[in-house]
């Protein structure tokens, strides 16, 4: 039994993620808890605080979650209908990155599913706000962050990229190997190597403990000799190896935890139009300085 953390605004965007995470886990029994906060505008006047007005803004609010994720699981169940699937819903006033944080502990949550972008229209985005914080805030379980109009279409080939600093843990591997049995894809292990830091033995030591933990599924090893535009490097060998989901660590010194310093990830920095399953491995992996 999987259980999977679906955040929803409610936006199309959100849906997508909602159809994906269905399709993913068609073939597994899993419990999918739809989260959805709301933090209603409080007036700024003090006489206000406490009134019948500010009450009824709660309220309000509270309704519109409330009902929000009833529609879900009643358009879920319409248009779904998989025995295997059952699913709950999460209405909080509270702040998004605390109910996640909260959930991912108390119900014991496998994967968190959500748009890589909201309800936004800019097109320079290519991962929002509240996708951003989670990845930067939660380091027990995996993320995986949905493009915008994305379309589910299976997974033959999965692109797994691995720092040449960064040691897998036991447990930051088992959501690779998870994906990619559910999937019944091989997987293209990418070495990024730095030119001005070869790790050889390091390289080996990763890719032996990696060979160990996906001895069942298919799989080759790939290395990427870098300059410095990673982004464009990962971008050009999914495109050229037609990798349908890319999965990357987001430990603490990774290109990923990097880029996901600012509030948001532009385009500009990196752009994919599939699927990126970032593992966040903070507390079980080891990462060692160049």
């Known amino acids: 039994m999987k259980n999977i953390l679906v955040p929803t605004d409610f ?8 159809k994906f995470a269905l399709h993913l886990f068609e073939g597994t029994n899993c419990v999918f808890y739809f989260l959805n906060t709301y933090t209603p505008e409080m007036h700024s006047n003090r006489l206000m605080a406490g009134t019948v007005s500010s009450f009824s803004e709660s309220s ?14 009643r358009k879920v169940k319409k248009d779904f209908k998989n025995p295997l699937h059952c699913y709950k819903t999460i209405s909080s006033f509270s702040l998004l990155i605390d109910e996640v944080k909260e959930a991912v502990i108390e119900h014991d949550i496998d994967f968190i599913i959500m748009g890589s972008i909201g309800g936004s229209d800019d097109e320079s985005i290519y991962m929002g706000r509240n996708t951003v914080r989670i ?43 998870t994906l990619a ?8 292990i ?25 001895a069942s599924v298919s799989h080759t090893y790939h290395q990427l000799t870098i300059d410095n535009n990673i982004g464009a490097s990962i971008e050009e060998f999914v495109e050229r190896s037609k990798c349908q989901l890319l999965m990357m660590s987001n430990s603490a010194n990774s290109y990923m935890k990097n880029l996901c310093r600012d509030f948001v990830v532009e385009r500009s920095k990196f ?20």
């Open 60 to 73: 309000k609010a509270a309704l519109s979650s409330e009902k929000g994720l009833k529609d879900i699981v």
């Open 135 to 177: 990845l930067n805030a939660v380091n027990n379980c995996p993320v995986l962050a949905i493009p915008k109009g994305f379309e589910f279409m299976g997974s033959s080939t999965i692109a797994f990229v691995s720092d040449s600093n960064h040691i897998f843990s036991s447990g930051e591997l088992d959501s690779v190997l």
């Open 11 to 18: 936006s199309t965007s959100a849906w997508n993620a909602v």
């Open 181 to 188: 049995t559910i999937f019944n894809s091989s997987i293209n």
């Open 271 to 290: 752009n994919l139009e599939i699927p990126i399953v970032l593992i966040q491995g903070v507390e079980n992996g080891v990462t060692l300085s160049h």
């Open 190 to 214: 990418v070495t990024i190597q730095h030119k001005s830091s070869p790790l050889y033995e390091l390289q080996k030591l990763n890719h032996d403990f990696i060979e160990q933990k996906l």
